[in-house]
């Protein structure tokens, strides 16, 4: 069983930075493709990025893509998300998620994944 825990969330103003961690336990991190995922309150959960197992591969969602900055520490099971140019749509509570797998892939969709962690949230004020 794989375990995520994220942390680094915070209140940030319009513009600034954030920088989000998710360690892995349990598992081999590097067996698994790892994405972020956000929810809003009242709005579904959506793909932020996702980024393959061996590191090699990242997509985005337009909504975040050259503002945020998916990364991964396999040797310390760890992903992070460098979150830059920050507005406050980008509110939400973001969750760490992983994908047991063999290939290269960044699945884009959360019903692709099969660990998750406890989210931490992030506020953007204007």
């Known amino acids: 069983q794989l375990q995520l825990v994220e942390s680094g969330g915070g209140l940030v103003q319009a513009g600034g930075s954030l920088r989000l961690s998710c360690a892995a336990s349990?598992?081999?991190?590097?067996?698994?493709?790892l994405g972020w995922f956000r929810q809003a309150p009242g709005k579904e959960r959506e793909f932020v990025c996702a980024?393959?197992?061996?590191?090699?591969?990242?997509t985005y969602a337009d909504s975040v893509k050259g503002r945020f900055t998916i990364s991964r520490d396999n040797a310390k099971n760890t992903v992070s998300l460098q979150m830059n140019g920050l507005e406050a749509e980008d509110t939400a509570v973001y969750y760490c998620?992983?994908?047991?797998?063999?290939?290269?892939?960044?699945?884009?969709?959360?019903?692709?994944?099969?660990?998750w962690g406890q989210g931490t949230q992030v506020t953007v004020s204007s």
């Open positions: 349990g598992r081999t991190s590097s067996d698994y493709a």
């Open positions: 980024i393959s197992r061996r590191g090699t591969a990242t």
């Open positions: 998620a992983a994908r047991y797998t063999t290939r290269s892939i960044t699945p884009r969709t959360a019903t692709d994944y099969n660990y």
